[in-house]
Every structure is written in C-alpha cells, then in structure tokens.
C-alpha cells in the first residue's frame, strides 16, 4: 500500500513536486493509447538513474507495483497501472543525447521523445531509422520497452537492430550496464537483448546506447492507387521478390485513405494506397522507382498518383502518420491491433480480416506496414454497444488464430501488455510460456514490475 510515509520517502528522492497524489494527475497517468485505463496511488518522475534505483529499493522494500512510463502512446496497455502502486515516469529524463559520430552511436536518456533524437543526429549528417508513428511524442525509453517499429522497418528493422547497449536498474534497484559500445560482443548472456521487449516487467532503462548510421543523400516516394487491398497485397511480395528493397512500403484501404483526407486536407488518391519510398543516391532511387513502377502498372494495373522527391516527400508522410488520429474522428472507440505474417500471405490475411468484419458485422479498417507483412486492422466500434464490443472480441480471437495458422505473430511492434495476454501462449507454446515466466520470477522476486501484463497470473 503507499501510505504516507511512502509518499514522504518519494518526496524526499524526487522532489516533492515531482511526486503526485492528486486526484486530476493520477487520472492522466492511468491510461494510454488504448481501451484500458486503471488509476495509480502515486506518480513519481525521477531525474536519473540515481532516482529511479532509489524509487525501485524503496517499492521493493514494500513490495509495491511500480509501472514505468515513458509518454503513455503505446497500443497494448503496457503502461496502465493495473495493480495500482506507483507509476515511474521517464519523462523528465530527456537531456541532449551525446553523439560520438566517429564510432556511430548516441548516448540517449530515457524520456528523450524519439522525433528529437532524429532531429539532432540528422543536423549531423547521420541517421536513425526507427520511427514509430507516434515519434512526435514516444520516447526512447518506451521504444526500447516495447522494441518500436515503425515505416523504416522493411529495410532498416526495428529498435532491437540499433540498441548496442542499456544502462537499467533492476527491480532491487541495482542498477547495470549491458552490451558494449563496439560493433561486435559475445561477452556472456545478451542481456540487453532480454531487456529490448521486455515491456517493463524486469527493469527500467534509463538510458540507451543507439547505433546510428549515415544519412541517405537521397530519398524517393511513389503513392500508388489499387482497386483492392488483395491486389494491393500481391505487388508487395512482387517489388521484393524483384530484388527491390524499398526503405519504406505503407498500405491503406479505402476507408482509411478517406479518413486521412478529411482529417489532414491531403489529397492521396483513390481506392487502396500503396505508398512506396526509396532511398540511397539519387541515381539508385530514380533507377528502383522506375523498375517499382513497372511492376505496379505493368504487370497489377495499379496506377501511380504521385512521385516525389525532396522536402514533398514529408507531406505523403505526414499523412500516414496521422491515421490513428484520423480513424478515431469516424468512431466512439478505436480498438487498433497489430498481427504480423510472412510477406507471402499477406493478400491470405487481408482476406482472413475482411472475413471477420463481414462474419460479425463489423467496421475494419487496414493500414499497416506492408513490406514487413504488419497489418493494424483496426476496429471501428463503440465500447457502451456490449453486444457490439462482444462481437469485437470474437473478430479479433479469431484473427489472431488465423494469424498463428498463417505462420505470423500476433504482435509486430505493439507488445503483449494486456490486449494480447490471451493468446501469448497460443503462440509460443506451454514450454516457451513456462521458460519466459520462469524469467521474470527470476528476475523479479516480488513480482512488483508492471504486474498484470503479459502473464495472466503474474
């Protein structure tokens, strides 16, 4: 329980006006970009790593939940104080990162928000690909938790590929580096790799070690209109299959395409949009987006209706971006999911879903990042119609089920948290559930970070 003496010790770590009780302030730190909301007894921002290690001995010492949270975007409630307690907040953690720009790599706080890391490397000549959609507002911290994705990820991966190394504090609060600051290390267990995923529920990053890489000179975008999401789905295999490796390959049906014009005034085009960029020299784009556009008219009958290059290209991104804001204005509740298959059964999955929403009468819309196979149906619906949301529910079981059957997860970038605790199993097995609960227990003997996610039990 925290009590007042909790409270005092908070204080007494943070800063009193850091540490927060009223009503209003845990109201905003109980929920994040999903359905589920649950309300904290306390939020508590610590400065650095010092603070957050005395935070952690001081809740293990109590046996107190402690959820940490970076800016609260995240789409799998991993950041809902489910078990009240305390909320760790990151957010003040966000000092200029420092860039060693002759090794590649950055050092970057926790509450560092993503768009401004990129901002700084990039004013260097250098780059770094991870770009969650939300990057305007997400933080390394909870890019790190969640192991991010984002457009970039088709050709440049996702977090997990630029983390070389964490600086965490465990749940006794001891706090540890892991990884190294060189290219290659096999110096023991890959810890940092364990950590890149982990959702918060074995530690707390406070900082990270990021690879960086040189900025493309130069980059190109084709917005491309299908007729259909199925067709839409068949030239993706076909552009890779090619021997083409585009830094971005965007979907969108038709609602969503809809949705974003009316919310951004940007015209895309008609019917299912493809959005397809490259990058590299000048030379390599014009010469990738000529063979792309050949596959795309040619042989899908699909038509351009746009190519860009240069600070236009920003406009077209923008736009992508903005569709979560977008769909919700077209519904009382957005219920985004994120199932991932191999490129090959992407036009299979599409249809699996549009199946769903015909079975129980429901409105999905498709967008997603089609060069790696991840699709965010999401489902347009109104959580006070139960009946309804009932039906949701049994859509949503059952595409992930056809997702599994498809060889796919069921989570390409969003994380377990709470929406996909019913089918962790489901996917991994008994024995890859068993080893991973095993973990955390050894990790975490009290069982007090971010508990209520990702096992049912723990």
């Known amino acids: 329980m925290v009590n007042k003496s909790i409270i005092d010790g908070l204080a007494e770590i943070a800063g009193k006006d850091n540490v927060l009780t009223d009503e209003e302030s845990l109201k905003c ?6 359905r589920y909301a649950s309300t904290p007894d306390a939020v508590v921002k610590p400065r650095d790593t010092g603070e957050i290690s005395k935070v952690l001995s001081l809740a293990y010492e109590e046996a107190i939940p402690v959820t940490p949270r970076g800016a609260g975007t995240g789409l799998s409630g991993g950041s809902v104080p489910v078990k009240a307690g305390i909320v760790l907040s990151t957010e003040r953690m966000n000092s200029t990162p420092r860039i060693h720009k002759e090794d590649l790599y950055v050092e970057a706080e926790a509450g560092l928000v993503t768009e401004q890391l990129q901002a700084v490397v990039e004013a260097m000549g250098l780059f770094y690909p991870p770009d969650p959609a939300s990057q305007s507002a997400c933080t ?27 600086e965490m504090v465990t749940p006794e609060g001891k706090v540890l580096r892991t990884g190294a600051r060189t290219v290659k290390s096999v110096a023991g267990y890959d810890v940092t790799r364990l950590m890149v995923g982990s959702e918060g529920t074995l530690g707390v990053v406070s900082s990270a070690f990021l690879k960086v890489l ?40 038709e609602k969503t395409v809809t949705a974003v014009e009316a919310h951004t005034g940007e015209k895309l085009g008609e019917g299912v949009m493809l959005l397809v960029e490259f990058d590299g020299t000048k030379a390599i784009c014009d010469e990738d987006a000529s063979k792309a556009r050949e596959i795309i008219e040619g042989k899908y009958g699909g038509k351009v209706m746009g190519d860009v290059e240069g600070p236009e290209r920003e406009n077209v991104w923008r736009a992508r971006r903005a569709v979560l804001p977008a769909l919700t204005r077209l519904s009382p509740t957005v219920i985004l999911e994120d199932v ?20 129980y009468a429901l409105r999905i819309a498709v967008f997603g990042h089609a060069g790696d196979g991840n699709l965010h149906p999401t489902f347009l619906t109104d959580r006070k119609k139960h009946d309804e949301i009932k039906r949701v529910n049994a859509g949503i079981s059952e595409m992930m089920r056809a997702c599994i059957d498809l060889g796919g997860t069921i989570s390409g970038e969003h994380g377990i948290g709470l929406d996909k605790m019913p089918f962790l199993k489901l996917q991994i097995g008994k024995a890859g559930y068993d080893i991973m609960k095993r973990l955390k227990v050894s990790l975490d003997h009290k069982g007090i970070m971010n508990p209520g996610k990702m096992f049912y039990d723990a």
Not at 29 to 34: E, F, I, K, Q
Not at 226 to 250: C, H, R, W
Not at 340 to 359: D, F, N, Q, W
């Open 214 to 253: 040189p900025l493309p000179p130069a980059r190109r975008v084709l917005s491309c209109a299908f007729d259909n999401l199925g067709k839409a789905s068949e030239v993706v295999s076909e552009i890779l299959g090619q021997g083409l490796i585009p830094s971005i390959l965007e979907i969108m049906d």
């Open 140 to 166: 390394i911290g909870g890019n790190v938790a969640e192991c991010a994705g984002g457009l970039r990820g088709l050709k440049y991966g996702t977090t997990r590929n630029y983390v070389l190394g964490l």
């Open 29 to 34: 730190y109980s929920y994040d970009a999903t």
């Open 340 to 359: 991932t298959v191999p490129r090959s059964r992407l036009p299979e999955m599409t249809a699996k879903i549009m199946k769903v929403a015909e079975r």
